[in-house]
């Protein structure tokens, strides 16, 4: 086994057959084939599929393109370090939505002077199937919600918790929440996301139902909402960050105030690890609450 068969690999998967791969490395598409049996002789396994077409990836195949792809990472950081030169490669990163917006890029633009060589692959989801993805080894690691299950193969390190805060349209400012459930309408976050379901939660704890004029499945569209003056919302404080919720008024949610928890899944063993643990350093310093709310 050569690193240049696993790069093979990971060709074919990129580029979506043999011969796709073989134009995008420079090799004639029976050398891929050739390298793609020759590794499979070498494990004693069918790595593809060969009665489909094009050929696709066995149970096995996936493992070892999984295995691959760790070792490549591997091999490139090991002889960045050994040779002295700059850590490269892509960090794969998953983040949620509400991350997605300015706390993530702002904290992998801080890692660009560190490591200006490395580049970034962001996969926006939701928190189970991110934290999949770090354990099959798709993605280094993940922002995720804290309430959801980390499976035990995962390391969890806390980055923020922020509280949950009312967002108010024009003209309102000043009311407690009590009166605004009762005087103004309610935007209502609605997707199947972990954040949405916490709001509903404490909503309904209230024991005064809102009256609903909107519900969407972005927070971006609930923040738009609220600025066109058609009510009011609950968003996580990570939200104001962004410019466009600079200007709305804004009140911790609850007594005392409810918060969430965000954290950083990683697998134990990891390559990235002093990337990674510059990458939660700065997340965890773009966090910090603002002091511009009185």
Not at 151 to 164: D, F, G, I
């Amino acid at each position: 086994m050569d690193t240049r068969q696993l790069q093979t690999l990971l060709a074919i998967e990129q580029h979506g057959g043999f011969a796709a791969a073989a134009q995008a490395i420079n090799l004639t598409a029976s050398a891929v084939s050739q390298q793609v049996s020759a590794l499979e002789a070498e494990l004693g396994v069918q790595l593809y599929d060969r009665t489909r077409r094009p050929p696709v990836l066995t149970a096995k195949g996936a493992e070892m393109l999984r295995s691959a792809r760790q070792i490549l990472r591997i091999v490139t950081e090991t002889r960045a370090s050994v040779t002295g030169g700059d850590v490269g490669g892509t960090l794969a990163f998953g983040t949620l939505r509400t991350g997605a917006n300015s706390l993530v890029p702002q904290a992998l633009a801080s890692l660009q002077g560190r490591y200006p060589e490395l580049s970034f692959r962001l996969r926006i989801g939701m928190s189970e199937e991110l934290m999949a993805e770090v354990v099959s080894g798709q993605l280094d690691a993940a922002l995720v919600a804290e309430h959801v299950a980390v499976p035990p193969s995962l390391r969890w390190t806390e980055v923020l918790s922020e509280p949950l805060v009312v967002i108010t349209p024009p003209g309102t400012g000043g009311l407690a929440i009590h009166d605004l459930v009762r005087q103004v309408p309610y935007i209502r976050y609605r997707t199947q996301v972990p954040l949405a379901r916490q709001i509903d939660t404490e909503i309904a704890r209230l024991g005064v139902a809102p009256r609903q004029v909107v519900s969407v499945n972005t927070m971006t569209a609930v923040v738009g909402c609220v600025r066109a003056g058609l009510g009011f919302a609950i968003i996580p404080y990570v939200a104001l960050q962004d410019s466009i919720t600079a200007a709305l008024d804004w009140f911790p949610f609850g007594a005392p105030p409810i918060h969430r928890r965000l954290g950083v899944v990683q697998r134990p063993t990891t390559s990235r690890a002093e990337v990674l643990s510059n990458l939660i350093a700065a997340l965890i310093e773009h966090g910090r609450p603002r002091d511009d709310h009185d």
